[in-house]
């Protein structure tokens, strides 16, 4: 079984071929399928909830973790004792714009009050900061910056 199965078998709602999928998030109350899963060339596995998940919490709630998002082939003997990859998964300059547009609408949203002149909320003002740093790790993957 490669790691993107193991993955899949454990989800719901899965729906996609080819490399890619969706399914509902494990990580959150999901109504729609906000998880989105792709494979890389070699094996390795993107997993982004468009709910704003993180990726560890994610794996956690179906009994897997980051490990388990790469293959196990001679590559692994690099990984560092830990066991966790030494290497960022790859991820396609496509998911990365998905990701940092879906950031930017979300500082945009809240840059928007502040520019109204009203008041935003703790809540607000902490998935800010999140949405900026989420974006900048977009840009340092991206390598724009
Ligand atoms: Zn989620």
């Given amino acids: 079984m490669t ?3 193991n993955l899949l078998q454990r989800l719901e709602k899965v ?3 080819n490399g ?3 399914a509902r998030c494990p990580a959150h109350a999901d109504k729609g399928p906000s998880l989105a899963v792709r ?3 070699d094996g390795r596995i993107l997993v982004h909830c468009f709910a704003g998940c993180e990726t560890a919490n994610v794996l956690g709630a179906v009994g897997l973790d980051m490990t388990d998002l790469f293959p196990p082939d001679e590559k692994r003997k690099d990984y560092p004792v830990t066991g966790k990859p030494s290497m960022k998964p790859a991820f396609y300059a496509s998911d990365l714009m998905r990701i940092i547009a879906f950031e930017a609408l979300v500082v945009q949203i809240v840059a928007f009050d502040i520019s109204e002149g009203k008041k935003i909320s ?3 003002r902490q998935r800010m900061k999140v949405a900026c740093e989420r974006i900048e790790e977009a840009m340092r993957y991206a390598n724009v910056n």
């Fill in 20 to 22: 890619s999928w969706t």
């Fill in 39 to 41: 494979e890389a060339d």
């Fill in 122 to 124: 703790e809540n607000d």
């Fill in 15 to 17: 729906k996609g071929r």
């Fill in 3 to 5: 790691p993107v199965e």
